[in-house]
């Protein structure tokens, strides 16, 4: 059974960083690109970040690029999202997920959904 | 706003089918497979449909899809109440290179 598990809630100033964690099991997490995706309190599911199953390539929401950056370290079966400079609207609860496949592509698709974990940007 | 367009709500008494639309444009659903979600209140969505009309194992087959052009519709037949949920579609975005989401239909069984 496929199982993600991210970590705890999260409370950060504005301008500060946050380093999220997700720790898969359950498959092989070197076979399958790796995803986040945000949704903020009462509002709908937002796509943040995509990273292929080598590492080799990784894709962003034009909303967090240049300040987020995604990672995984296949040996310890853990994805890794890195926030700098975060803002009020990136307060939201952040979900692991796993893509059908090696790439992020037009093909694949986000297959399983970790619970989530909530991060708050607020002074 | 969101990139895809879903009506916010819809309603349907037990046991009849309803039908969620989304519509896109030729940067995603026009050219991409769509992918629908189910979120019930408080947990994490749950994958329901790919490749347009295509159903995981383990998904009920009162689901269905389909997609003409740049719009998707996901039927919901023999409504229950557990059906009761919000609903979004996604697909990949040629021109934004990632994914994106409809703003979600919150479908209440009455």
């Known amino acids: 059974e496929v199982q993600l598990f991210e970590s705890g809630r999260k409370l950060v100033q504005p301008g500060g960083s946050l380093r999220l964690s997700c720790e898969a099991s359950?498959?092989?997490?070197?076979?399958?690109?790796m995803s986040w995706v945000r949704q903020a309190p009462g509002k709908g599911l937002d796509w943040v970040s995509c990273i292929t199953a080598s590492g080799g390539s990784t894709f962003y929401a034009d909303s967090v690029k240049g300040r987020f950056t995604i990672s995984r370290d296949n040996s310890k079966n853990t994805l890794s999202l890195q926030m700098n400079s975060l803002r009020a609207e990136d307060t939201a609860l952040y979900y692991c997920a796993k893509v059908s496949e090696t790439y992020c592509s037009r093909s694949s698709y986000m297959d399983n959904w970790g619970q989530g974990t909530l991060v708050t940007v607020s002074s | 706003q969101s990139v895809l367009t879903q009506p916010p709500s819809m309603s349907g008494a037990p046991r009849q089918r309803v039908t969620i639309s989304c519509s896109g444009s030729?940067?995603?659903?026009?050219?991409?497979?769509v992918t629908w979600y189910q979120q019930v209140p408080g947990k994490a969505p749950k994958f329901l449909m790919y490749h347009d009309d295509l159903v995981p194992s383990g998904v009920s087959d009162r689901f269905s899809g389909s997609k003409s052009g740049t719009s998707a519709s996901l039927a919901i037949s023999g409504l229950q109440s557990e059906d009761e949920a919000d609903y979004y579609c996604a697909s990949w975005d040629d021109s934004l290179n990632g994914w994106v989401f409809g703003g979600g239909t919150k479908l209440t069984v009455l």
């Open positions: 359950g498959f092989a997490l070197r076979d399958y690109a």
């Open positions: 030729s940067s995603n659903i026009g050219n991409n497979a």
